[in-house]
């Protein structure tokens, strides 16, 4: 235990340690509900491991590389002849080591853990919106919407035909136009709006 642990503290090693327990201490945090890390940023992507919750792939990558750099001095420890050069080789092959098998895993993982859907425009089309302008027209309108979550959205909203809308009105969202980035709505009776909890 005392080798193990004077491994695990000297240097590099303490650096992945330190990484180790702050991972550990933010499961724990999550477990309790209070999920502090989780990044939209395409990072994991530019280094081969999209596909898995940043902090799942965070995660395996900070245990791997710290198992692999602990038994690669270990190994050296062991040797009956110092290591000389081969100790500057161990933290970038655990580094190295730590990426790949985070890869590895990546696939199985996969198939248990879907990729997080990516919020999209089109998540509005089929909710309803209240006007938030004094009327809407083929070319004016601003409308708000609320998401599933409950966080609410000011949309640029647009409507066909000659049926007024008029501020406080409620419409439903039926079409999205990617060019000119607004929405197509049209009046709509509340009470049928299967998302009704969410106005």
């Known amino acids: 235990m005392k080798e193990f642990l004077d491994i695990a503290l000297a240097p590099p090693t303490v650096v992945f340690t330190v990484l180790l327990v702050l991972v550990a201490f933010y499961w724990v945090l999550a477990i309790l509900g209070l999920d502090l890390l989780e990044t939209d940023v395409d990072l994991l992507g530019a280094v081969g491991l999209r596909g898995i919750p940043s902090s799942i792939a965070i995660s395996l990558f900070t245990a791997f590389t710290w198992f692999l750099c602990l038994s690669g001095y270990a190994f050296l ?47 509005f089309i089929g909710r309803m919106c209240v006007i938030r302008t004094g009327t809407v027209t083929a070319h004016f309108g601003q409308a708000e919407v609320h998401s599933e979550d409950g966080s609410s959205a000011l949309l640029q909203v647009r409507k066909p035909g000659d049926e007024a809308l008029a501020s406080g009105d409620s419409a439903l969202i039926f079409d999205y136009d990617a060019e000119g980035e607004f929405f197509w709505v049209m009046p709509y009776d509340v009470a049928l709006d299967p998302h009704k909890k969410g106005l």
């Not at 990426?99 to 993982?109: E, F």
């Open 77 to 123: 420890d062991e040797l009956p002849w110092d290591g000389g050069p081969l100790g500057l080789l161990v933290v970038p092959g655990a580094l190295a080591g730590g990426w790949l098998a985070t890869r590895l895993m990546l696939n199985p993982l996969r198939y248990v853990l879907p990729e997080p859907k990516v919020p999209s425009r089109h998540d």
